[in-house]
């Protein structure tokens, strides 16, 4: 995918516009992702085959087009109207053949023009592609004025423009100017070229199937350095380059991310004036690499963010990889900085518990499975269980879109799932004879304003589903049986809008993203991601009416979890979390004792851990305590104890509690910890004990 802008961005009223975000994909087709309304709009085909890459060039003034690499080695040049209705993708070039799949491309201005005439956008820009063959080409731009009729054999784009009082059209000229050929030391099959990168000085930097990082003169074809991204050889699937273009960095199927760097222009230009008859060479130099990933990295980017305590935004290299989680390194200190892990996991989980039947269901891609649990003969301890003797059943969804959600009432009586586009529901007829439990799952026909998709779901015992819809909307549905309970009939009983009120839905975090219902069934509470008041809601079931709405705290909410007695919980992405009194409409005598923000009195051990908390639990029997979930670890709470200075690990000696990040600073948090740590006065205390590894 790849993200642009555009003078078509910015309308008369200068408000601010989310950028645009064109993607593609290998069968042929493009479109454009519309965060408004959270869907893909304009999607076309690209008549070429499938789509292998994306660019778009670095200028700001030549925004609002795109190049696509093909199947069938063209390069199709796209422009995105913003203006018009539900956007607008418009072909206006098409490149001569390279005669393999473009698997990459790099779009360099060269030229300097396009600043007074949208009509030049497109002349003095240079197009480097990575064909299949093994090799690099280059294409150049040229503008050129016609005031004649056009040839139909030319491969080029018109626009219109008045110059001299008369009209004409202004046509650009793609023209192959350039081959670099690409090694393959004596093999077989051409070297592939995943990836290329150009700089303003006319660098070509291009990651190979053979694991070599090369740099190329752009203007030349000649080879300038080459560099090995791992031992193995393994594949360059990614490059990236800083700001200052005074550091690369690449990574790939070996997943650590390496940085080629060289010294800036303003070193050289201290050493020319001492020595003027030298010309400066910049040099590149293999620095150093982080490992942080398990799988192959797929993807570098570079992004900004403004730190606490700096005037300037921060620098951050951010790398994606197919294990799920990103990483971001600080690009100007990327040798002692340590790299900052994000995980990607959902608040909400994919399985639920239906405590009557004792069955536990999974949401899959495409169906839901369902698991009995059998007693167990072991007072304490754990047991493992085999999960194709417990599988009772797995309910099949024909869809072509993957299952988001699912949810199973307590008395295992219905259960419910949902995809993109629709909402399903299902009567469960559960007989148990001699210990088997069988199970026939019905499909309940909805009308049409129940089956809106949702986010979010969750049965409240009294045969009420409530649903957080795509659109931000919370729909209580009834279901309601027959004398015979052999048919049901749905109906949309409430509809709640209270907490959409003020919120612009055009904003990334307007959706519902985690639902609970409290113990007695009574309330309701909701949340988004968002950090602002009226992140999370709270509604009264039995009224149908908006309760409360919380309010801000000083980071982002991940989770809610209703307590006993009235309490709902709220975890942040700062690993803190605080405790409500829903009746009161108030903090929590607890959170009060602890001062705010709570962060600060929390163990650092806990808050500055890179993973989010994205689960609160409960244990039934006792309110006060709780357990605090997230990617790599849990943390066991008990509100009735003190809390110590500092949190013990479970085990005691393991690695990862010896790399515990103690610095709670945005500005330091990508820093190395001291080695000497201060040791915790509470000994005694097993309070916010935090377990790095667990087994069944």
């Not at 999974?362 to 269980?385: C, W």
Request: aromatic share 6%; net charge positive.
């Amino acid at each position: 995918m790849n993200s642009h802008g555009s003078k078509d961005v910015v309308n008369k009223k200068k408000k601010s516009v989310l950028p645009s975000l064109i993607g593609a994909s290998r069968d042929g087709t493009l479109f454009h992702l519309d965060f408004s309304t959270k869907r893909q709009t304009t999607v076309i085909g690209s008549g070429a085959g499938g789509v292998f890459c994306l660019t778009t060039c670095k200028v700001a003034s030549r925004g609002g087009y795109f190049a696509a690499g093909c199947e069938d080695g063209t390069i199709k040049l796209y422009r995105h109207h913003v203006n018009r209705r539900n956007g607008g993708l418009e072909l206006v070039s098409t490149l001569p053949s390279a005669g393999n799949a473009i698997l990459s491309l790099a779009w360099l201005d060269v030229g300097g023009r396009g600043k007074n005439c949208e009509g030049y956008s497109l002349g003095g820009t240079v197009i480097f592609a990575g064909v299949a063959d093994g090799t690099i080409r280059r294409f150049d731009c040229v503008t050129s004025v016609a005031t004649s009729s056009i040839s139909t054999g030319l491969v080029l784009s018109t626009s219109d423009s008045q110059m001299g009082g008369s009209k004409t059209s202004l046509v650009h000229r793609w023209k192959p100017t350039l081959r670099m050929v690409v090694e393959n030391r004596g093999l077989r099959e051409s070297t592939k070229i995943w990836a290329l990168q150009a700089l303003s000085d006319g660098t070509v930097i291009s990651g190979d199937s053979l694991g070599n990082v090369q740099f190329w003169d752009g203007i030349m074809g000649t080879m300038l350095q080459s560099f090995n991204q791992s031992e193995s050889g393994a594949d360059v699937l990614c490059l990236a380059v800083s700001d200052d273009e005074n550091k690369v960095f690449a990574s790939g199927v070996d997943t650590r991310v390496m940085c080629i760097q060289r010294s800036g222009l303003a070193s050289q230009n201290a050493n020319a004036n001492m020595n003027p008859d030298a010309a400066p060479i910049r040099k590149w130099i293999n620095t150093c690499a982080h490992r942080k990933h398990t799988h192959d990295v797929r993807a570098l980017a570079i992004c900004h963010k403004m730190a606490t305590g700096h005037k300037r935004k921060m620098e951050l290299l951010v790398s994606g990889s197919i294990d799920t989680r990103l990483c971001t390194y600080v690009t100007n200190d990327f040798k002692s900085s340590r790299p900052r892990i994000w995980f990607n996991w959902s608040s909400i989980s994919p399985m639920c518990l239906s405590r009557e039947h004792r069955l536990i269901s999974v949401t899959r891609s495409d169906g839901v499975d369902l698991y009995r649990i059998h007693g167990s003969n072991r007072a304490h301890g754990t047991e493992e269980k085999d999960e194709s003797k417990c599988l009772i059943q797995t309910i099949s969804i024909k869809s072509p879109f993957n299952l988001t959600c699912s949810t199973i009432s307590d008395d295992g009586k219905f259960l419910a799932a949902s995809d993109a586009t629709a909402l399903y529901v299902f009567s469960l007829n559960v007989q148990e004879e001699n210990g088997t439990l069988d199970l026939n799952p019905t499909k309940i026909r909805l009308p049409k304003e129940c089956r809106r998709p949702s986010i979010a779901m969750r049965f409240d015992g009294a045969q009420r589903l409530v649903c957080a819809t795509v659109d931000g909307t919370i729909n209580i549905l009834r279901l309601e049986s027959s004398e015979d309970e052999s048919t049901f009939h749905v109906s949309l009983e409430h509809v709640f809008k209270e907490h959409l009120d003020g919120i612009d839905c055009s904003c990334y975090n307007s959706g519902i993203v985690g639902l609970d219902i409290s113990l007695d069934r009574k309330m309701l509470s909701v949340m988004r991601f968002s950090q602002s008041k009226g992140s999370v809601h709270v509604f009264s079931l039995e009224t149908l009416s908006h309760w409360w709405s919380l309010p801000e705290i000083e980071s982002t909410s991940t989770c809610i979890k209703f307590l006993g007695e009235g309490s709902l919980a709220v975890g942040c992405s700062n690993n803190s979390f605080y405790i409500f009194n829903v009746q009161q409409r108030e903090l929590s005598n607890w959170s009060h004792d602890m001062g705010l923000p709570i962060v600060k009195s929390l163990p650092k051990e806990l808050s500055s851990r890179a993973e989010p908390l994205s689960r609160i639990l409960m244990t039934p029997m006792m309110h006060q305590k709780l357990i605090l979930g997230a990617h790599g670890f849990f943390c066991v709470v008990d509100l009735d104890k003190p809390v110590p200075d500092k949190s013990k690990p479970y085990p005691p000696n393991s690695l990862r509690a010896k790399r515990s990040i103690v610095d709670d600073e945005d500005s330091d948090l990508y820093r190395s910890p001291s080695k000497k740590q201060k040791c915790s006065s509470n000994e005694g205390n097993n309070n916010f004990t935090i377990c790095l590894r667990y087994s069944h």
